[in-house]
DNA sequence: CGCCCTCTTGAAATTGTTCAATAGAGGTGG
DNA sequence: CCACCTCTATTGAACAATTTCAAGAGGGCG
């Protein structure tokens, strides 16, 4: 459970020839999921001003990133990489709320602090921005907060989706749904979406679906034997019958 | 299941005297919620737009607002009575993502259709916003926007919140923090916390809870039992053991 | 090569569901 | 005003899905 958290500013104080050749003028310019975060409405000149208040923030596959109940002071775009949020009960008891991937946001918080962990799940990199001056920043472009309230939006309209299943859905139908998201979420971000990556622990996957890791390998093994997937090495999985398994999911 | 839409500009063209007696230049400045809505940092001019735009529905219990797949032309604030938000699986199993109170604001849909279909549980009164028009004044006052993100992050920790009752809660806990969720709410719009109204019926309360009927009416027996609640008539429950119950739900 | 951790598989136990019947509450019409 | 009808809530018993407990297999890393 190491933290690696590297400031790029202080990296390239000790490397900066390096740091910047890498990334242009402004590493921002080089961002490939630009499109996908909250500064995807600024132009050039608007999007210099954001990159002067971020940082980089580089995590290992297990590494915390926050925990709720701490000061949310920052706001973070997944660059990298898959992290998972969750909250806890006080007997141990865990709910993963979700999974990032690139381009998604997080540290949204109402109150004062977070309302739920976030850990890495694979080695990730992320953007981080002071909560603070993206407030400030944001009322000088109020293009970014419309983009953080359709944000919200879409994660509000996901987690309805998500109270569905959880709620009403049997195991063999929340493996199913939970494959076609992952897939679609590939799929958007140009990646191989069958085989697709599953990357996370199958205690991870049951927490976030609200299983046991032995129903989630079971239901695999279920799946896997009437040929709706295979189970390949690295935590590939390949949707052999996509359009069973969305009849199985219940529309996805 | 009759629908009742009174819009507030025709029914003052038959009876403007009253209805402007009744509620003052603008019905607005006699809004008694206005704190908790969309409307609250506005002052009285700025209000007075908001005003201009708003037209007001009444609906009667079991009257639908708008169906999941519909254009979403319009946004609302409910000022009075009890609504129920939920999603559908092919099959017609349910989903009750939310219940709304007065100054509960609904219809935030990032897509062109709503995602998830909205019903009056009680007699209910709401505040109707064109979607439109609600951007361009969305324009002129960024207070607005940022208010609707502000709504929009508590909706989304308390998504968050019911994902983990619906994915790691037993029915007890389910039950409890139900009780909990609607006594707190009805606290903070200064109504009585108990005895607590619940005005929905135990099949809403499972598709709520991600229960079925008979789960809730016998969990409810067995909190009865315990004397952690006491079921009075018309709905209403006395939260005997507030402490208990808190124990129960696993911190609320 | 062996250890550790995760995943898989099996069998028993449990929670909650399903099916079925009764009780109660609210509304209607005689 | 009461009887009846209907809808919702409650209760009971059998059933099923998932969990729990337990053991073994596979895979990656030192």
Known sequence: MDLAVFDINHVSSLAPAVSREEAGPSPCSACKIRNLTICAPLNDAEQAQMAAI??????????????????ADHVYNVTSGTLKVYKLLPDGRRQVTGFLLAGDFLG????????????????????????????????????????????????????????????????????????????????????????????????????????????????????????LIRLLPNGLVELSAREDLEDIAGGF
């Open 54 to 71: 971020v940082s980089h923030v580089e995590l290992e596959g297990g590494a915390p990133l926050f925990d709720e109940g701490e000061p």
């Open 108 to 227: 949204l918080a109402n109150e004062d602090d977070y309302a739920y962990s976030a850990e890495a799940v694979t080695h990730c990199s992320l953007c981080r921005f002071p909560r603070r001056k993206l407030e400030i920043l944001m009322q000088r472009f109020p293009k970014v907060e419309q983009r953080l309230l359709s944000i919200a939006s879409n994660e509000l309209a996901a987690a309805q989706e998500q109270m569905l299943l959880l709620g009403r859905k049997t195991a063999r139908e929340k493996i199913a749904s939970f494959l076609l998201l992952l897939a679609n979420r590939a799929r958007q971000r140009g990646m191989s979406d069958s085989p697709v990556s599953v990357p996370m622990s199958r205690t991870d996957i049951g927490d976030f679906l609200g299983l046991t890791t032995e129903t989630v390998s079971r239901t695999f093994t279920q799946l896997k034997q009437g040929n």
